[in-house]
């Protein structure tokens, strides 16, 4: 005969089953809570110098008569003076002479990755002028193009299988560009990226430099870099500038991308008469969007805008000076390129010799006093080390760019006046009270909550605390 569970011990097992899973279910939601707390995106250790640093672009051939590492050298004590910390060298290494473009070549197809370009001077030249900026309390990194080689790169012809080919079989530029003088590296061979990784890290044990800038290094696989900066770190604590805007690098790979939405923006702000609306869409990203402890380089001008797309003058008028200061107190490392400082004014050839004309100019002083407020103020600081961007409203909102940065007592409020005529703006300024001191004149300003402060045309002030 067969027996039968009553219904209320059918049901009761039931109840305890379905407490008993909500109890381990419970459980396991607070023993993974750790899932859920915020992590950290930028896991590689930024080299302690580089906390407060600027950076300043060399272009070697352009920048004496001579255009050797030893003629540079006499540079070195007016750009310490000026506030410069990263000495960045465009490529130093020897020059393809198949399929070259002008007169010399561009620096950016390289011949020999373990070479030193003999125009510039040799081997021993070359750790002179990193032991003297060392010996002056800066660093220097050098340009490193992993992308792609010269065509008569003796790799071509040892290892042709380390290269991308066209549907002829048939070594090619990096496709769809017009760099007829180089040829594309392929990075699904292993040997490949252990060549690129070893030279990588000769340079810093033999020369003792600093780090790298790596030209467009957003077309070489995250993975590699990732492993390369590795390594590098092995030696000695590495500084890593890509020549890409993306924050898939900044995890393991790279210290700081270019900012080149800014230079665009700016563009748009100044000589493009375009209005402030895309610098603070750039300010909200920034913010939005950008890991706390990433660098963002800051600039005006470089060797591909200087070259390829006009001068500093004529990207942004008389806004110049205005976005030079607003390089520089935005999140971000700003840069010089060579020959700002001294005004330069005209496009500087690449692939021929082409020299800077070196006179004083205004833009020197500029530089210098920007660059002491950077070192000195905590809130300018790079990275996690400074402040974050806090916007202050205003009644010149489509004029006016007002926000705070403050980091251990230290505090700025810069003012930015991007428009063409001078402006009064009243400032929201109630979570800003305060005495403060105008970074450049020394005038005293006393925020109270609802001031009135009067800006010139492209004019600017740096509130300071």
């Keep these: 005969m067969k027996k039968t569970i009553p219904c209320f011990i059918i049901i009761t097992l039931t109840l305890i089953s379905i407490g008993c899973k909500n109890h381990k279910d419970q459980k396991a939601v607070t023993n993974d809570i750790d899932v859920y707390q915020p992590k950290k995106y930028v896991e590689l250790k930024h080299p302690e110098w580089s906390k407060n640093s600027t950076i300043y672009e ?126 594309d590296f392929d990075y699904n061979v292993p040997a490949m990226r252990k060549y690129m990784t070893d030279a990588l ?48 690098l900044y995890k393991n790979a790279f210290d700081m991308t270019y900012s080149w939405s800014l230079w665009d923006k700016m563009k748009d702000a100044t000589i493009n008469k375009k209005g402030i609306g895309g610098l603070v869409e750039y300010m909200a990203h920034d913010v939005g969007a950008v890991p706390q402890d990433a660098y963002r380089m800051t600039f005006t001008d470089n060797h591909d805008k200087n070259s390829w797309e006009g001068t500093q003058f004529s990207n942004f008028g008389e806004g110049l000076p205005v976005c030079m200061v607003f390089c520089s107190v935005v999140n971000g490392m700003p840069l010089v390129y060579g020959g700002q400082e001294a005004g330069l004014d005209h496009s500087l050839k690449f692939f021929d010799k082409d020299l800077i004309n070196w006179k004083p100019h205004p833009f020197a002083e500029l530089y210098k006093k920007l660059f002491e407020l950077k ?67 020394g005038k005293t300003y006393e925020l109270k909550g609802d001031d009135d402060i009067t800006l010139n045309a492209w004019g600017y002030l740096v509130l300071v605390k």
């Design 58 to 183: 060399v272009n070697v051939r352009q920048f004496t008569p001579e255009g050797t590492f030893k003629a540079f050298e006499s540079h070195l004590p007016r750009l310490k003076d000026m506030g410069i910390d990263i000495i960045w060298l465009m490529p130093i290494h020897p020059i393809g002479i198949i399929n070259r473009k002008g007169t010399l070549g561009s620096e950016y197809s390289v011949k020999d990755y373990y070479g030193v370009n003999p125009e510039y001077g040799n081997m021993d030249d070359l750790k002179s002028l990193v032991k003297k900026i060392h010996e002056m309390g800066m660093y220097v990194i050098i340009d490193w193009v992993a992308n792609h080689s010269a065509w008569d790169n003796p790799l071509a012809t040892e290892h042709p299988d380390w290269y991308t080919k066209n549907p002829a079989g048939k070594f090619q530029p990096t496709p769809w560009y017009d760099w007829d003088d180089v040829i």
């Design 201 to 248: 890290k000769f340079w810093v044990r033999e020369a003792d430099i600093d780090g790298y800038r790596c030209d467009v290094a957003g077309f070489i696989p995250v993975d590699f870099w990732d492993n390369a900066r590795r390594e590098l770190d092995g030696i000695k604590p590495v500084f890593m500038l890509a020549e890409w805007e993306s924050r898939d």
């Design 375 to 441: 070192h000195t103020n905590q809130a300018l600081w790079n990275g996690a080390w400074g402040g974050e961007m806090v916007r202050i409203y205003s009644d010149k909102m489509d004029k006016v760019i007002s926000f705070s940065r403050e980091k251990n007592g230290n505090k700025i409020i810069p003012l930015i006046n991007f428009s063409e005529k001078p402006i009064n703006v009243k400032l929201d300024s109630k979570f800003h009270k305060g005495i403060y001191k105008d970074w450049f004149t």
